[in-house]
């Protein structure tokens, strides 16, 4: 079976009540429930978060909340990792035994279906692969990054300043909406980046952060642009 793990806690700093605030009309969340119910994929969709507000929202928009998240995997030093394992072995303890879980963060109102459909189809098609997250482009080259430094600008990397664009690497990021992987991966805590990882590569117009209030901005502009975009407007 499959679970499907959505982490949203109530302590959000830089944007107060970011998981449940209104985003484009529906709280930022209910994006990713809504996607989870929609794919098809997921016996179980349940949302970890220590709060009763949140639970409420996400029990409204049809998640389960099978257990309130305790508070030392609450704060804000507490990675995704041991959340996804706790929800895991809370899981398992009544009863529900995942083979595969997939991680959707509540911040991810641009995931699409196809990603997570393509995520755990190269998943389960290679048995040597503990994991399929999505991934997106630096949208320039990351050998020309420069640094701020003594009052002057330098570049971090000179000896690939006088490279043409096309001679470089291209760069990819973490994306940031989801990660699929088997639970015995995640129990284990097997390192996502690896080559046991499949990247799932998003275009860069359907990838945003949204960590401070302008990128909440931004990425409802995207948003609005991306919806008008589908309608043909």
């Known amino acids: 079976m499959n679970l499907a793990v959505i982490p949203a ?10 998981n449940s605030k209104m985003f484009c009309g529906k709280p930022l969340i209910a994006y990713s429930i809504e996607a989870a119910q929609n794919s098809g994929l997921f016996d179980k969709i349940i949302v970890s978060t220590d709060s009763e507000q949140i639970a409420k929202i ?11 998240r305790p508070g030392d995997l609450s704060d804000d030093f507490t990675g995704t990792t041991p959340v996804v394992q706790h929800a895991i072995k809370e899981m398992q ?5 995942p083979r595969y879980t997939c991680c959707i963060y509540a911040t991810a109102p641009f995931i699409q279906i196809s990603a997570l459909q393509e995520g755990l189809q190269r998943l ?20 020309r990054a420069l640094k701020m430094q003594n009052g002057g600008v330098f570049p971090f990397f000179p000896q690939d300043i006088p490279k043409r664009s096309q001679d ?9 909406q989801f990660y699929w992987g088997t639970s015995e991966a995640f129990l284990k805590g097997i390192p996502t980046f690896s080559e046991t990882s499949i990247p799932i590569v998003l275009p860069r117009h359907l990838v945003q952060d ?8 931004r990425a409802e502009l995207m948003y609005k642009a991306f919806i008008q975009f589908n309608k043909g407007e």
């Open 93 to 97: 303890a009544r009863g529900t035994n």
């Open 9 to 18: 806690r109530g302590g959000s700093k830089r944007i107060p009540g970011k």
């Open 58 to 68: 996400a029990k409204d928009y049809g998640a389960e909340i099978p257990f309130l």
């Open 168 to 176: 470089l690497a291209e760069a990819y990021h973490d994306a940031g």
């Open 124 to 143: 389960t098609s290679d048995s040597l692969k503990h994991f399929a997250f999505s991934v997106t482009s630096f949208p320039f080259p990351i050998q």
């Open 210 to 217: 949204i960590d401070t209030l302008e990128d909440w901005v």
